[in-house]
T-cell receptor
């Protein structure tokens, strides 16, 4: 079955530590996205990529980094520069023009301990 | 930047009743989409309506789009307890050089729908 997989489901980060969230899709989608969701809030765009080896900052990119070395994979690193990283992180993919909607992963809940 | 605003923030109804959620946005769009999110889960795409369409149906869902008022509504008919979830509208507005790129969605804050058995 085609889909998008995020791992891990839960992640705990210590102060000053970098952590990487995984996102893999087998839908042959060109575009991939990372969103952050805070409790009771909508989604805010962190980074997006429309093609391999290219990505663009979204609205809240500070403290985050990404790579797109393969079409299937779009990992997100939450760096120590991100001062308030506790949130629910959602990865999504779509065709290059998004004209058929996004497919979302099941999310990673990141908590700072 | 928050493109869409949804109304109401929360809606509580009985099974069998209809539920209507509204979304307003600020700029011209290519399309508008509705998503559902069950608690603690990812979002599920429900329906997409293009800027040149006025109404679209999918099963018990009916979406309308009024580009002159920059607003959309989602109607769920004959609601069920399983429809309990948060519902988000998302707009695909032109971006990039010349405003010719698409596919980057901006989400509203969502409407929390509770359907009581």
């Amino acid at each position: 079955d085609g889909g998008i997989t995020q791992s891990p489901k839960y992640l705990f980060r210590k102060e000053g530590q970098n952590v990487t969230l995984s996102c893999e899709q087998n839908l042959n989608h060109d575009a991939m996205y990372w969103y952050r969701q805070d409790p009771g809030q909508g989604l805010r765009l962190i980074y997006y990529s429309q093609i391999v080896n290219d990505f663009q900052k979204g609205d809240i990119a500070e403290g985050y980094s990404v790579s797109r070395e393969k079409k299937e994979s779009f990992p997100l690193t939450v760096t120590s520069a991100q001062k308030n990283p506790t949130a629910f992180y959602l990865c999504a993919s779509s065709t290059w023009d998004g004209n058929y909607g996004y497919t979302f992963g099941s999310g990673t809940r990141l908590t700072v301990v | 930047s928050q493109q869409g605003e949804e109304d109401p923030q929360a809606l509580s109804i009985q099974e069998g009743e209809n539920a209507t959620m509204n979304c307003s946005y600020k700029t011209s769009i290519n399309n508008l989409q509705w998503y559902r999110q069950n608690s603690g889960r990812g979002l599920v795409h429900l329906i997409l309506i293009r800027s040149n369409e006025r109404e679209k149906h999918s099963g018990r869902l009916r979406v309308t789009l009024d580009t002159s008022k920059k607003s959309s509504s989602l109607l769920i008919t004959a609601s069920r307890a399983a429809d309990t979830a948060s519902y988000f509208c998302a707009t695909d507005a032109p971006w990039g050089a010349g405003g010719t790129s698409y596919g980057k969605l901006t989400f509203g804050q969502g409407t929390i729908l509770t359907v009581h058995p």
